[in-house]
């Protein structure tokens, strides 16, 4: 089999790239790497070494024992830190609060961005969905499918508050567009890059939004790559 192709996905937080791209890949027989758990895992790693995500040596340090473990099926989001499973705890308001700490260290960015290469290489699919925030960018700047998934700002804090079925919904809002704001001092994820494609989903239902992306890798995809069942 050759090398999978990548169906690059970035976005800020809210954006739907996480459900949106499992689905996707989901529909086409795909797999799906969620890079954003890799961070969320390193972040929730330093944590639980009792260190702080601010402190670069220490991020480092648990970035250098970091027996991380993720897989590519759409249908299983699990993500184990030794034989820990963390998948919950990484989605946890304190995991989300420090993984920009996490992510503001260019060598963690280079040691993630290598696994995320060979996760793909190896992968027993026709082709994995990525996505994240600099995937278009750094991690696939040469995939065939390159997309910018985003929303109204209100949209994509509301979202999150009823996916957290959060009681304070302005506090997930704040904590929200603060992330947004910090990681785009590392990564610009809000403007689109040279051919990577635009998909607002702001007056997109869920379903609408799947539609939406499937229709831009029909258009931009290797046909003769493409997986089974989706013409
Ligand atoms: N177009 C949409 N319309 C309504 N809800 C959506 C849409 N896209 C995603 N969602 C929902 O918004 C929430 C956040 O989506 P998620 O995939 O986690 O975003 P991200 O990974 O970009 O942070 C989830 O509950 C998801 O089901
Ligand atoms: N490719 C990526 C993916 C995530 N991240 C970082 O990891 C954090 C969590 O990513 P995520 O995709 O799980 O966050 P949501 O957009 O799902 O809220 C982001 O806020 C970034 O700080 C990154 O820097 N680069």
């Known amino acids: 089999m050759t090398d999978p192709f990548i169906v690059a996905i970035d976005g800020p937080?809210?954006?739907?790239?996480?459900?949106?791209s499992k689905a996707v890949a989901r529909r086409l027989g795909y797999g799906f790497l969620d890079t954003g758990a890799a961070y969320r895992a390193l972040a929730w790693h330093v944590l639980d070494r009792g260190a702080e995500t601010a402190d670069e040596e220490a991020v480092l340090a648990a970035a250098a024992d970091f027996p991380f473990g993720q897989g590519l099926d759409p249908d299983d989001r699990r993500v184990?830190?030794?034989?820990?499973?963390?998948?919950?705890?990484?989605?946890?308001p304190r995991v989300s609060g420090a993984v920009s700490g996490v992510a503001r260290v260019p060598a963690v960015r280079a040691q993630v961005n290598d696994a995320f290469r060979r996760i793909v290489a190896e992968a027993?699919?026709?082709?994995v969905v990525v996505e994240g925030r600099d995937i278009t960018t750094v991690v696939a700047p040469d995939a065939p499918v390159r997309i910018l998934l985003t929303a109204a700002p209100e949209v994509r804090a509301a979202r999150r508050a009823a996916e957290l079925d959060a009681e304070d919904a302005g506090a997930v809002a704040a904590a929200l567009h603060r992330r947004d704001a910090t990681d785009s001092a590392v990564v610009d994820f809000l403007t689109a890059a040279e051919g990577?494609?635009?998909v607002d989903s702001t007056d997109l239902d869920f379903e609408a939004t799947i539609d939406a992306v499937i229709t831009v890798i029909e258009r931009r995809a290797p046909e003769a790559q493409r997986g089974a069942g989706n013409g």
């Open 13 to 20: 937080a809210g954006s739907g790239k996480s459900s949106v």
């Open 80 to 92: 184990h830190v030794g034989d820990v499973d963390v998948t919950t705890a990484i989605r946890e």
């Open 124 to 127: 027993a699919y026709p082709a």
């Open 196 to 198: 990577v494609e635009v």
